[in-house]
């Protein structure tokens, strides 16, 4: 199974989780759940409140919508977020995923609740059967694997 739920501390918000918008869209619409102000030059975390969950083969990537740079001069930094299996309901965070973005544009930019900044899809993923020893579970949220 995979899908959305939202994550501790957001629950009672009113917010939709995501959702794909037509038959063969591949990516579910990410939005924020509260209004946000990037200036120029500025990253910040965009809150979505949901979390994912997926099967022990998938991985959920997050790519900026089309319409981010055009409309916006905002993209994500990273260029693709990467959400693992078990970030979903880590001690640190519960598996809350945020959407970082960048303003690469001259003038602030305001985005309000509800505004779909990113577009997320389930993918499956192979590993090599070779040398792939690895025994160690997440015990943290956003960039605990490099800790």
């Given amino acids: 199974m995979r899908g959305f739920r939202k994550a501790k501390g957001f629950e009672d918000l009113d917010f939709e989780l995501p959702k794909r918008s037509t038959l063969h869209s591949a990516g579910y619409d990410i939005a924020i759940i509260e209004d946000m102000e990037i200036g120029p030059g500025e990253i910040k975390a965009g809150i979505t409140g949901i979390k994912v969950f997926m099967m022990d083969d998938e991985v959920f990537k997050m790519y900026p919508r089309s319409s981010l740079p055009r409309n916006y001069s905002l993209t994500i930094p990273n260029n693709v977020g990467i959400i693992d299996k078990d970030y979903f309901g880590n001690e640190e965070n519960d598996?809350?995923?945020s959407v970082?973005?960048?303003n690469f544009g001259t003038k602030k930019v305001f985005l309000q609740k509800g505004e779909r900044v990113a577009q997320g899809i389930f993918q499956k993923y192979l590993?090599?059967?070779?040398?792939?020893e690895v025994t160690s579970i997440r015990n943290g949220g956003f960039g605990?694997?490099?800790k």
Avoid: K, N, R, Y
Wanted: aromatic content about 6%; glycine content about 14%.
């Fill in 95 to 97: 598996g809350a995923v």
């Fill in 100 to 102: 970082t973005l960048h």
């Fill in 127 to 132: 590993i090599s059967p070779f040398e792939d």
């Fill in 144 to 146: 605990s694997t490099g």
